[in-house]
């Protein structure tokens, strides 16, 4: 793999301790950046990955016990066959079978995205595990709680004391850890990376060449970058659903401007993740493409680019459907779906 830039963090931290004045060994992990990607957002420097700080933060992130029921953990609705989806469901599932009102997004290449959530509702990566541990309808989880199971975990103690130098089971290292793991979760090896890196296996057939064509007229002003999201908040015409009232980006920042808008996803691995959009309607990539032809309906935030000399959508045919669908299957990456590195067992 082409690498753009290679960060090198701190060197390695020893750890003795005390019980049996055994040494541990914390080694920073090199994070690399693919040639075909944009700069990093997220600021290593301030969080650097490593051995044990990761290792601590995919224990985090499988651990049902963080949840009041015990049993929903991070990994529940995360599920890495899935692109770290809850595949099928059209919402997520939290404690007590509560029911919540947006689809799960995957969990990838977090270290490129400058806010996270449908909304928007943090801009700092280790701050968002706070929003699902808390949420009444996730994992509900309570931290006094949390950390107390910790303190009295062995596995735990020994991995706070190895992962940060000042060794303390609290809020501020569980969360680092998480964004530890999440930053190193990255998807960067699907046969359209290849395709751009002039690597070995990155050969696209004529018809998904073909839709990377129509792909790149029609579709890569909001799918932007390889990363295939520009990160913005975009109201793309979906009609509003009155049992919930999604408002979208207006829940944070109250403005009118925002009123129905949401994050635009990235489109990688996106044969895994069905169903899609932002509350899980649509349950195949045909149907996405058929809303962009011809189900967007009109409103004061649609966003300009879907409503062009007062025409609503993007005009696709049939031919132009099946080649972007042969292209995006290329955004597939079996490695990051496969890596134990990742995995929970």
């Known amino acids: ?34 040639s075909n990607f944009p700069p990093l957002v997220y600021d290593l420097a ?16 499988y651990d049902g016990r963080l949840s009041s029921d015990g049993l929903v953990s991070c990994g529940f609705c995360h599920i890495q066959q899935d692109a770290f989806t809850h595949h099928g469901h059209t919402v997520s599932h939290g404690v007590n079978n509560a029911v919540g009102t947006r689809n799960t997004p995957s969990i990838q290449n977090l270290a490129y995205q400058t806010s996270f959530m449908y909304d928007g509702a943090t801009a700092h990566l280790d701050l968002q595990p706070i929003i699902p541990f808390t949420s009444a ?71 998904e060449l073909d839709g990377y064509t ?13 990363l295939f999201t ?4 975009r109201n793309n015409g979906l009609p509003v659903n009155p049992a919930v009232n999604d408002v979208g980006r207006y829940r944070v920042t109250e403005l009118a401007t925002d ?9 990688r691995n996106i044969e895994k993740t069905a169903p899609y959009m932002h509350d899980g309607r649509l349950f195949t990539l045909e149907a996405v493409l058929e809303h962009y032809n011809s189900g967007v309906v009109a409103s004061e935030t649609l966003d300009p680019i879907l409503n062009k000399k007062s025409k609503l959508g993007i005009p696709l045919t049939e031919t132009e ?7 995006l299957k290329t955004l597939t990456d079996n490695q990051y779906l496969t890596d134990k590195r990742f995995s929970e067992y």
């Open 1 to 34: 793999m082409q690498v753009k830039y290679l960060v090198l963090l701190i060197l390695p931290f020893f750890w003795s301790c005390s019980d049996n004045d055994e040494v541990y060994q914390n080694i920073p992990l090199a994070f690399e950046v693919p």
């Open 46 to 61: 301030n969080n650097p990955p490593t051995e044990k700080g990761f290792e601590l933060g995919k224990k985090l992130f």
């Open 137 to 207: 309808v996730e994992m509900n989880g309570n931290f006094s709680s949390a950390i107390a199971m910790m303190k009295a975990d062995p596995e735990y103690q020994k991995l706070f004391k190895i992962a940060f130098t000042d060794g303390e089971i609290n809020s501020e290292n569980m969360l680092k850890a998480l964004g530890q793991f999440m930053v190193m979760v990255t998807s960067s090896n699907s046969r359209f990376d290849k395709y751009r890196r002039k690597e070995s296996g990155g050969t696209l057939t004529q018809q």
């Open 214 to 226: 129509v792909f790149n007229a029609k579709c890569a002003s909001c799918h932007a970058t390889d």
């Open 230 to 233: 520009d990160n913005s908040f």
């Open 259 to 267: 009123y129905y808008k949401f994050k635009v996803p990235s489109l």
């Open 321 to 327: 459907k099946s080649q972007i669908i042969a292209f």
